[in-house]
C-alpha cells in the first residue's frame, strides 16, 4: 500500500476549525471526523526551518546543526545561513535504502535537490526556478508543462496576496497536480511527499481574511483525489505541518530590547547609514522594483550584503548585514528572530551562568506595554531542549514565545514594543497532525511529536527504525486491528548512519 504524507506549511486547527465545522471545508472535516487528528508538537523556535529537517530526519536540531533561517558564530563574527543540505539521512534514503521508491514535492530546505530513487522537486523559499529538480531530466518535463516554484511576482504585503491570489492558487493546484500525475503514471512509487506553501504566506499576512480561507479551499477541493484512495484502500494518507500559526498582538524587537537592557552593543554600518539618511527602506525598494519590473533581476545584480543592509520600516538590518554592525567585543548577548539568543563565547563560566539566569528572569517576566501579554511562555537552556554533535553550535537560550507574540530579530529597530504591521499572523507551536486510510484508527491523538512522524512511517512501512532518531514510533494513529499496531517496532542498531554519527562526533571531539 502507498503511502502519503502533506504537509501544509504553518497549518493550525485554530484557524481551520470554524471553516470545518461549518462544512466549507468537507474533505478536512471527513478526515477529521472519521480519522485521526491532534495537536503537532513541533521543535523550538517554531520555524520552517529547522522543522522540515526536523520532520524528514526525525532529529533535533542539535544533531542537525540548524537553528532557525541564521546561526550566530561568536568565535567567527559571522551570522550566516546554515547548511539545509545536512548530512543526515531522511525518510527517503532509508525507504530508497530498501528499494522503495520516493517522490518529495516542494518541501522547503530541499535545495538543491539530492540524488533519491524516484523524484525530489525542491521547495521555497530558497529554491530558484531552475536546478530545481533531480532528475534533471524530469525537471525538463516539469518546466515543458510549465511547472514553477515560485510565482514571478515578489509577494510582500497582504494587497500582493490579493492581488496575485489567482497565481498563488495555481502554484497550490499545481503540486496537487504533479502529485496525482506520479501516482497514477508511476506505479513504483510507493511513498509520496508533497508540501503546500504559499498557504503560511497567506497566514502570515492576511491571517483569517476571506483570501486565507478562498486558499484553504482550494487545498481541499484537492485533497478530495487523495482521500477517495485512502476509502478505496490505495493510500495511507498523513497531514502534518512544521508549525502552526496565531494571530499577531504584539510585535517584540528583542535585540533592540538587548540593547537598551545593556547586552547588545553595536556600530553604526555605513552602508545601512546612507540608506537610512535617503529614507530608503526595504519595502519601498520592493516597491520601486516590482513597478518599473525590476524585482526578478534584482537579486541576482545585487549582492545580499547590499539588500540586507537596507534598513526596515522600523530601521532594523537583518541575516548578515546584522554582522556588521554587532560590537563583538563589547556586547553579551545577541538573538534571532522568533526565539534564539546567543551568548558571548568569551565570557567566563560564571558569567555565563549569571547573564543566563538573569536573561531568563526578565524576559519570562517581561510583559507588552502596548497590551499587558506576557513575551514568552518560557526560556529555555539550549541543554534542555538540544542534544547531538552540534549542541555547541546552538543557542544559549531559546523563547517559547507565548501565544499572538511576533520576536522580531532584526537590529537597530526604533522600539522595543510595537504593533503588528503588514504581518499580521505569526509562528507558534504546536502545528497539526491527521490521518486517514486503511491502517489508521479514529480518534484524537494526544502527545505527539514532528520527530515521531519519520519513525512512526518507518515502522508503518514495515522498516527498522534507526535508533539515532530521537522521536517514538506511535502507534496510537494506527487502527487497532492493522499490522502496523499489533506489530512490533523493529529498532537498527547497526544502521550505517549511526556510524557515521559517531565518527563525526569523535572528530568534533578530536579523537580522530
Not at 471545508?25 to 513541533?42: T, Y
Not at 511576533?406 to 514594543?417: E, Y
Request: glycine share 8%.
Amino acid at each position: 500500500m502507498k503511502t502519503v504524507i502533506l504537509g501544509l506549511d504553518g497549518a493550525a486547527f485554530e484557524l481551520i476549525d470554524p471553516w470545518i465545522e461549518s462544512g466549507e471545508l468537507p474533505n478536512l472535516k471527513k478526515i477529521k471526523e472519521e480519522g485521526v487528528f491532534g495537536d503537532l508538537s513541533v521543535c523550538l523556535p517554531p520555524v520552517t526551518c529547522p522543522n522540515w529537517k526536523c520532520y524528514s530526519t526525525g532529529k533535533n536540531p542539535g544533531k542537525l546543526g540548524i537553528f532557525w533561517w541564521e546561526n550566530i558564530d561568536w568565535e567567527k563574527r559571522k551570522v550566516y545561513v546554515p547548511n539545509y543540505r545536512t548530512s543526515s539521512e531522511e525518510i527517503w534514503d532509508y525507504l530508497n535504502d530498501e528499494g522503495i521508491k520516493t517522490a518529495v514535492i516542494n518541501m522547503p530546505t530541499t535545495y538543491p535537490p539530492k540524488e533519491v530513487d524516484g523524484y525530489m522537486v525542491a521547495g521555497g523559499p530558497d529554491s530558484m526556478n531552475k536546478n530545481f529538480a533531480y532528475p534533471s531530466s524530469f525537471e525538463k518535463e516539469l518546466l515543458d508543462s510549465g511547472y514553477k516554484v515560485r510565482i514571478d511576482e515578489h509577494i510582500s504585503s497582504g494587497e500582493d496576496c490579493k492581488k496575485y491570489f489567482d497565481e498563488i492558487a495555481e502554484m497550490m493546484e499545481s503540486r496537487f497536480r504533479l502529485g496525482k500525475n506520479l501516482l497514477e503514471n508511476d506505479m513504483e512509487i510507493d511513498f509520496l511527499h508533497l508540501t503546500i506553501t504559499y498557504i503560511n504566506g497567506l497566514h502570515h499576512f492576511l491571517w483569517d481574511d476571506e483570501i486565507v480561507k478562498e486558499g484553504w479551499k482550494v487545498i481541499d477541493d484537492n485533497l478530495e483525489h487523495l482521500v477517495e484512495l485512502a476509502e478505496e484502500g490505495e493510500i495511507n494518507l498523513l497531514l502534518m505541518s512544521d508549525h502552526g500559526s496565531n494571530r499577531i498582538r504584539d510585535v517584540f524587537n528583542i535585540n533592540t530590547w538587548l540593547e537598551r537592557e545593556g547586552y547588545l552593543k553595536t556600530k553604526e554600518s555605513p552602508v545601512s547609514n546612507i540608506f537610512k539618511k535617503i529614507g530608503l527602506t526595504r519595502s519601498k525598494a520592493a516597491e520601486i522594483a516590482k513597478k518599473i519590473g525590476f524585482w526578478r533581476k534584482l537579486k541576482q545584480i545585487i549582492p545580499n550584503s547590499v539588500t540586507e543592509s537596507i534598513p526596515t520600516e522600523e530601521g532594523g538590518v537583518k541575516k548578515d548585514a546584522k554582522e556588521r554592525v554587532i560590537d563583538w567585543e563589547e556586547s553579551v548577548a545577541v538573538a534571532s528572530g522568533q526565539g534564539p539568543i546567543y551568548l558571548n563565547e568569551n565570557m567566563k563560566e560564571s558569567e555565563n551562568k549569571t547573564v543566563r539566569k538573569e536573561l531568563i528572569k526578565k524576559l519570562e517576566n517581561l510583559e507588552s506595554p502596548i497590551t499587558g501579554r506576557k513575551i514568552v511562555k518560557r526560556v529555555y537552556r539550549k541543554e534542555e531542549i538540544y542534544s547531538g554533535e552540534y549542541f555547541e553550535d546552538a543557542p544559549d537560550l531559546i523563547i517559547d514565545q507565548n501565544e499572538h507574540i511576533h520576536i522580531q530579530g532584526d537590529i537597530g529597530n526604533d522600539k522595543v514594543f510595537s504593533k503588528p504591521g503588514k504581518w499580521l499572523g505569526e509562528n507558534k507551536n504546536p502545528g497539526l497532525f491527521m490521518g486517514y486510510g486503511p491502517d489508521i484508527g479514529s480518534k484524537e491523538i494526544e502527545d505527539i511529536s514532528i520527530l515521531d512522524l519519520a519513525p512512526t512511517v518507518l515502522h508503518m512501512l514495515e522498516l527498522p527504525v534507526p535508533n539515532v532518531m530521537d522521536g517514538q514510533v506511535k502507534k496510537e494513529i494506527f487502527s487497532e486491528d492493522s499490522n502496523a499496531f499489533t506489530r512490533k517496532v523493529k529498532p537498527s542498531n547497526s544502521s550505517k548512519e549511526a556510524i557515521s554519527e559517531k565518527v563525526k562526533e569523535l572528530k568534533k571531539a578530536g579523537k580522530i
